[in-house]
């Protein structure tokens, strides 16, 4: 089991550039997340899926969008990339709203 | 009413020393409080968690002391090892929920 995975480990893009971070996990896991982390800020819940076909808003959902369109996969878009959404990236799974398995994060620098 | 408070922020601690990092929580509703555990570079694992029916789960060196009459937990690291600088957070969750709700985590480092 790979676990959760994501690509790309890195970016760097200019202001206004677009791009999708994708997620994927083995586990058959119901539940899936995006999250982004910022020093001093912990971790931010970005947009979540509670199942296939399903997403939702968290806490800083503005200027990125989602999609669940296969149960093993999450995509995370950003349409236009401002400097304020320089951050790591972490995608996790659970299978109840409990336990959660983090993958290894992608680095976004936005310049 | 979703926070979960965490403090301190960072933490120095002697090898051998023992580390405790505290959160609070308002939502009596939540039902599951993992700490997760995050290396340089890395993603959050789960360390360890427990339920409100007890007051103190023990895993090796890592324990939890839950309070719920003062809605607050803690993670206690007894024998502080190098090995243990990390990023600590604790976390709350509900089953009719749909997520975990993250304190803002503890830089914890153990001096050799």
């Known amino acids: 089991n790979a676990g959760v995975t994501q690509t790309p480990k890195f970016r760097v893009l200019k202001t206004g550039q677009s791009m999708t971070l994708l997620c994927a996990q083995d586990?058959?896991?119901?539940?899936m997340y995006w999250y982004r982390q910022d020093p001093g800020m912990g971790l931010r819940l970005i947009h979540y899926?509670?199942?296939?076909?399903?997403?939702a808003k968290g806490e800083v959902p503005d200027g990125y969008n989602v999609s669940r369109l296969k149960k093993q996969n999450f995509l995370l878009g950003l349409e236009s990339a401002a400097p304020s959404q320089t951050s790591v990236y972490f995608c996790?799974?659970?299978?109840?709203?409990?336990?959660?398995?983090f993958g290894p994060g992608t680095r976004l620098t936005v310049t | 009413q979703q926070q979960v408070k965490q403090s301190p922020q960072s933490l120095i601690v002697q090898k051998g020393g023992i580390s405790i990092i505290n959160c609070a929580y308002e939502?009596?509703?939540?039902?599951?409080f993992p700490w997760y555990q995050q290396f340089p570079g890395k993603g959050p694992a789960l360390l360890i968690a427990?339920?409100?029916?007890?007051s103190e789960k023990k895993e090796g060196r890592f324990t939890i002391s839950f309070n719920k009459s003062a809605k607050q937990f803690s993670l206690h690291i007894m024998d502080s090892q190098p090995g243990d600088s990390a990023t600590y957070f604790c976390?709350?969750?509900?089953?009719?929920?749909?997520?975990?709700?993250f304190g803002e985590g503890t830089q914890l480092t153990v001096n050799p």
């Open positions: 996790a799974s659970s299978r109840d709203t409990y336990e959660q398995y």
């Open positions: 586990m058959n896991h119901e539940y």
């Open positions: 899926s509670v199942g296939e076909g399903t997403t």
């Open positions: 939502n009596t509703a939540f039902d599951y």
């Open positions: 427990i339920r409100p029916d007890v």
């Open positions: 976390a709350a969750s509900m089953a009719s929920g749909s997520r975990l709700t």
